[in-house]
């Protein structure tokens, strides 16, 4: 295997972890009733366009206020993890 599919497979299994972590970490809250629900690996598309798969947000939790927070990890540190309430 050469170095640079060591690294991408490294940086692949990263996520993954991450990824699954959080989803415990949302298993707890929302048997907690902290939160309604969350949804992992979610498509979306942009107004207007006909793409049925353009967007993908890692999580969509649902507050126990009916809000939408759309959550994208990243283990880059400057990028951290980027999320937006609807």
Avoid: W
Wanted: with cysteine; aromatic share 10%; net charge positive.
């Amino acid at each position: 295997m050469s170095s640079h599919s060591e690294s991408n497979a490294k940086k692949s299994k990263a996520g993954q972890d991450l990824k699954n972590e959080l989803s415990e970490d949302f298993d707890k809250l929302k048997k907690q009733k902290i939160i309604l629900d969350y949804k992992s690996n979610v498509n979306y598309t942009h107004a207007g366009c006909t793409y049925k798969k353009q967007y993908l947000i890692n999580f969509v939790i649902e507050t126990i206020d009916n809000k939408f927070i759309l959550i994208e990890p990243s283990e880059k540190p400057k990028e951290s993890i980027r999320f937006q309430i609807l």
